[in-house]
């Protein structure tokens, strides 16, 4: 079926340090990257949409210049945490859908646990 | 705005026995439904999905999901659970008609002792 590749699986960082997360569709074109953030035990806070090729849709309440959204082919989508605070600490996830084409409709990936000290 | 409710925080249930999962949900059209299931520091792994036809979904590793329109529900079921079937469960619904942005519930943890 169909995968996504979401690296790394872990991350720690310094505080103010950027950090850069990647997602990979790696056996069909992604026409839309969800990125989505998650508290222990909570569920997921959709961040952002982005379209390949077009500028990312960030949900409200998201700083759209600390968590950059790169979306710049139809295979790769990349979110970077800039000045990463503590706050920032966290399990990031993407989501690619196809319109339709995934049997599955969605596919995740693996997740990141990002982690700033 | 679609909407998504798990009503229940944790689910207890003994080996062998009926496990459900609830979930209600609000959107303005007819919905997409999803059922995906999470273990700790994992993505998500897909169960089954309502898109349309049959009101009742089967997916993996034994679940199935009946979409009932009148009470907007798709509670998940599975006529006899395993410890390995404990996990963090998550409903989800989509934009009315697409493929766009999933609104998740809040998550139901289930725990399945021996």
């Known amino acids: 079926g169909a995968v996504v590749s979401q690296h790394p699986s872990r991350v720690i960082c310094k505080s103010g340090t950027s950090v850069k997360i990647e997602c990979r569709s790696l056996?069909?074109?992604?026409?839309?990257m969800f990125w989505y953030r998650q508290f222990p035990k909570q569920s997921l806070m959709l961040m952002a949409t982005?379209?390949?090729?077009?500028?990312?849709?960030?949900e409200q309440g998201v700083e759209k210049d600390k968590f950059l959204i790169n979306h710049a082919s139809l295979t790769l989508s990349t979110l970077t945490v800039t000045s990463a605070h503590p706050e920032d600490s966290s399990f990031y996830i993407c989501?690619?859908?196809?319109?339709?084409?995934?049997?599955?409709?969605?596919?995740f990936g693996s997740g990141t646990r990002l982690t700033v000290v | 705005a679609q909407s998504v409710a798990q009503p229940e925080d944790q689910v207890n249930v003994a080996e062998g026995n009926p496990l459900t999962v609830k979930c209600t949900y609000s959107?303005?059209?007819?919905?997409?439904l999803f059922w995906y299931v999470q273990y700790p520091n994992r993505g998500l792994q897909f169960l089954l999905k309502?898109?349309?036809?049959?009101?009742l979904v089967k997916g993996s590793y034994g679940f199935e999901a009946e979409f009932n329109k009148s009470q907007t529900s798709f509670h998940l079921k599975k006529p006899s659970a395993l410890v390995s079937d404990s996990a963090l469960y998550f409903c989800?619904?989509?934009?009315?008609?697409?493929?766009?942005?999933?609104?998740f519930g809040a998550g139901t943890q289930v725990v399945v002792t021996p």
């Open positions: 989501s690619a859908s196809s319109r339709g084409f995934l049997i599955d409709g969605y596919t």
């Open positions: 056996d069909f074109q992604a026409t839309t």
């Open positions: 982005s379209n390949e090729g077009s500028k990312a849709t960030y």
């Open positions: 959107v303005s059209g007819n919905p997409y």
């Open positions: 309502y898109i349309t036809g049959d009101n």
């Open positions: 989800a619904v989509s934009e009315t008609d697409s493929w766009g942005k999933l609104q």
